[in-house]
């Protein structure tokens, strides 16, 4: 069984940085696509980014272009997402997941195309 871990949330002031990090474990991840999301209080979950098995495609979502950037090494089956420039809105519960690992040279967008889950790690920007 995979599991997910986040960690690397808490509280920062606006234009602050954070740094997530996603280890999974029970196998390699090395094949499949890792997705950042997040949701914040009474709104959907979001696609914030993702990145494909092998690096060589990470796309974002507009709101977050340029401020944030997602790496993984899969040496040590972990995906990052480094936050800066945080502004207020930027706060949620933050979850990575793997996608399936036949679509992962594609990253998806779509949260149902995701196989596992972590528990997420809270993201607070205070303004």
């Known amino acids: 069984q995979v599991q997910l871990v986040e960690s690397g949330g808490g509280l920062v002031q606006a234009g602050g940085s954070l740094r997530l990090s996603c280890a999974a474990s029970?196998?390699?991840?090395?094949?499949?696509?890792m997705g950042w999301f997040r949701q914040a209080p009474g709104a959907e979950r979001e696609f914030v980014g993702g990145i494909s098995w092998s690096g060589g495609n990470v796309i974002y979502v507009d709101s977050v272009k340029g401020r944030f950037t997602i790496s993984r090494d899969n040496a040590k089956n972990t995906v990052y997402l480094q936050m800066n420039s945080l502004k207020p809105e930027d706060t949620a519960v933050y979850y990575c997941?793997?996608?399936?690992?036949?679509?992962?040279?594609?990253?998806?967008?779509?949260?149902?195309?995701?196989?596992?889950w972590g528990q997420g790690t809270q993201v607070t920007v205070s303004s």
């Open positions: 997941a793997a996608s399936t690992p036949l679509s992962g040279m594609v990253v998806q967008t779509a949260a149902h195309l995701y196989e596992y």
């Open positions: 029970g196998r390699t991840l090395s094949r499949n696509a």
